[in-house]
């Protein structure tokens, strides 16, 4: 079992950048792939980042490419996504997820979720 608290979120101005943190419990944190995703009211629950056991190997949603950077610490058993130039399209409650194995781009692939941490980014 993994417990997810996501932290970090906040009103931004366009522009401007916010880093999430993501905090697992747990011993066996180095052996899950994790995602982040987001919702905006309204819509679905859509992919952001993803990153490998290792740290190895990121995917991204072609929307925040180079603008997004997804980073983990299995020391500290912490995922972070580091968010510059955010838009206001970038709106949404963001959830961090864990799954056993490699990194996955669909929310069915995971198998923990956090509660979520809204980003609101203002024009």
């Known amino acids: 079992q993994v417990q997810l608290v996501e932290s970090g979120g906040g009103l931004v101005q366009a522009g401007g950048s916010l880093r999430l943190s993501c905090a697992a419990s747990?011993?066996?944190?180095?052996?899950?792939?994790m995602g982040w995703f987001r919702q905006a009211p309204g819509k679905e629950r859509d992919f952001v980042a993803a990153?490998?056991?290792?740290?190895?190997?990121?995917v991204y949603r072609d929307s925040v490419k180079g603008r997004f950077t997804i980073s983990r610490d299995n020391a500290k058993n912490t995922v972070y996504l580091r968010m510059n130039s955010l838009k206001p399209e970038d709106t949404a409650v963001y959830y961090c997820?864990?799954?056993?194995?490699?990194?996955?781009?669909?929310?069915?692939?995971?198998?923990?979720w956090g509660q979520g941490t809204q980003v609101t980014v203002s024009s």
């Open positions: 747990g011993r066996t944190f180095s052996s899950y792939g």
């Open positions: 990153i490998s056991w290792s740290g190895g190997s990121t």
């Open positions: 997820a864990a799954r056993v194995g490699g990194s996955a781009a669909y929310t069915s692939a995971y198998d923990y």
